[in-house]
């Protein structure tokens, strides 16, 4: 059974660092294309990031050259490095697999950006 | 960037109407497209992808057509639990953008 379970988020104060992960079971994250979702609160769904099987990244414009996303394939785990945080980027982060063809998602986690 | 726009931004229909929400591309897009139901705190779900197939398990009330820039997701026979927020998203490269969402309420 396919899962995704992230972890990471909380309160942390703009300017601040914090890393996502998502721990993957049932399927290997290097096989797959693995996104990052966010979802402000009361907002829609925002694309953040994507990284393809062959290791190539792309990004949203909104996070660009903040966020870092990554795998760890020994661990089968995606992550998300982000850095200097704003406050609009405070959402519920989803990470989901092949975005768009599959239907597999984790539940979220709450990243909070607030002083 | 492509843009994927949205109408209506919400809409209020009865049970048992059909409902069509539509998607436009800024440019092409061929068929790479994915339509999400998201229920209030609930993860999105897919229900279409490749514009017009149902991914298994989704109510045959729902459909998808469309190619190119233009797309469509109809619900046949709106049932009260279709109440969500819709949204198309097109994957055929990054960025996989979002459309705003459709907000579909019962009259």
């Known amino acids: 059974e396919v899962q995704l379970v992230e972890s990471g988020g909380g309160l942390i104060q703009p300017g601040g660092s914090l890393r996502l992960s998502c721990a993957a079971s049932g399927f290997i994250v290097s096989s797959s294309y693995m996104s990052w979702v966010r979802q402000a609160p009361g907002k829609g769904l925002e694309w953040v990031s994507v990284i393809y099987t062959g290791g190539s990244a792309y990004y949203a414009d909104s996070v660009q050259g903040r966020f870092t996303i990554s795998r760890d394939n020994s661990k089968n785990t995606l992550y998300l490095q982000m850095n200097s945080l704003r406050a609009e980027d405070t959402a519920v982060y989803y990470c989901a697999r092949d975005i768009g063809m599959r239907d597999y998602w984790g539940q979220g986690t709450l990243v909070t950006v607030s002083s | 960037d492509i843009q994927m726009t949205q109408s209506p931004s919400s809409l209020s229909a009865s049970v048992g109407d059909r409902v069509t929400i539509t998607c436009r591309a800024s440019q092409g897009i061929n068929n790479y497209l994915a339509w999400y139901q998201q229920k209030p705190g609930k993860v999105p779900k897919l229900l279409i992808y490749?514009?017009?197939t149902l991914q298994s398990g989704v109510p045959s009330r729902f459909s998808g057509s469309g190619s190119g820039t233009d797309f469509t997701l109809t619900i046949s026979s709106l049932q009260p639990e279709d109440v969500a927020t819709y949204y198309c998203q097109k994957y055929n490269n990054a960025p996989y953008t979002f459309g705003q969402g459709t907000k579909l309420e019962i009259k």
């Open positions: 490749a514009a017009s």
